[in-house]
């Protein structure tokens, strides 16, 4: 069965405290890694797709990447508005589509 | 051009009656999944469905719970005979194909059963 953790559970940085998330997986075969960013009261919101070892993505102040075992997104410069809850997740071995997150990390970003 | 829609947002039922959560997938979408957040837990999988078919239904609870997509209409995902422990949120999200695709989420109905 896939297993997805991430750490910290929370974390608070001061504005333009860089700083990284952790997400180590436990899989069959790796098939992908996604991760999302969730506000209070919403939906996920899709980041990044991660497919193969070595690759990195990046967004504005995020930067997503990935290793045999685990992804870090790493956060440059961070603002207040990044502040949010940061899911991970991998995609199923038979059904592509049914992801398994992790359980997330809350950031909060004081100005 | 619409994301996904889920309603309503907020849902609260008494012990013992049903509840009907409903979405419609992003235009152009014909995939549609089933994700309920408990409190303190992490999002997990419900149910997967296409257009008139359930594909893959493994994280769906065997009793009260089913859910549907019709041909024409939104998706309904329906527990009957609720109980305390089905207070979640309870999320939709939809992709164009299946596969290694990131998903669109709705913003979620929250429902509360007293």
């Known amino acids: 069965e896939d297993q997805v953790t991430q750490s910290p559970e929370a974390l608070r940085l001061q504005e333009g405290e860089s700083s990284s998330l952790n997400c180590s997986y436990t899989?069959?075969?790796?098939?992908?890694l996604f991760w999302y960013r969730q506000d209070p009261g919403k939906g996920p919101e899709f980041l990044f797709t991660?497919?193969?070892a070595g690759e990195e993505k990046e967004k504005e102040r995020l930067k997503a990447t990935l290793t045999k075992k685990e992804s870090f997104l790493h956060i440059t410069a961070p603002k207040p508005e990044d502040s949010a809850t940061y899911l991970c997740?991998?995609?199923?071995?038979?059904?592509?589509?049914?992801?398994?997150f992790g359980e997330g990390t809350q950031l909060t970003v004081n100005p | 051009n619409a994301g996904v829609m889920q309603n309503p947002r907020h849902l609260v039922r008494r012990r013992g009656q049903e509840a009907r959560l409903r979405c419609s997938p992003m235009?152009?979408?014909?995939?549609v999944y089933w994700y309920r957040q408990l409190p303190e837990e992490g999002l997990k999988f419900m149910v997967y469905?296409?257009?008139?078919?359930?594909?893959?239904e493994s994280g769906m609870p065997k009793e009260r719970f089913s859910a549907e997509f019709p041909k024409e209409g939104p998706s309904i995902l329906r527990i009957q005979q609720v109980v305390r422990g089905d207070s979640a949120a309870y999320f939709c999200a939809s992709s164009q194909d299946r596969g290694r695709e990131k998903l669109f989420f709705g913003s979620g109905t929250q429902l509360s059963v007293l």
């Open positions: 997740a991998v995609p199923g071995e038979t059904s592509g589509s049914r992801l398994t």
């Open positions: 899989v069959s075969g790796l098939r992908g």
């Open positions: 235009k152009g979408h014909s995939h």
């Open positions: 469905l296409q257009k008139e078919n359930i594909i893959d």
């Open positions: 991660l497919y193969s």
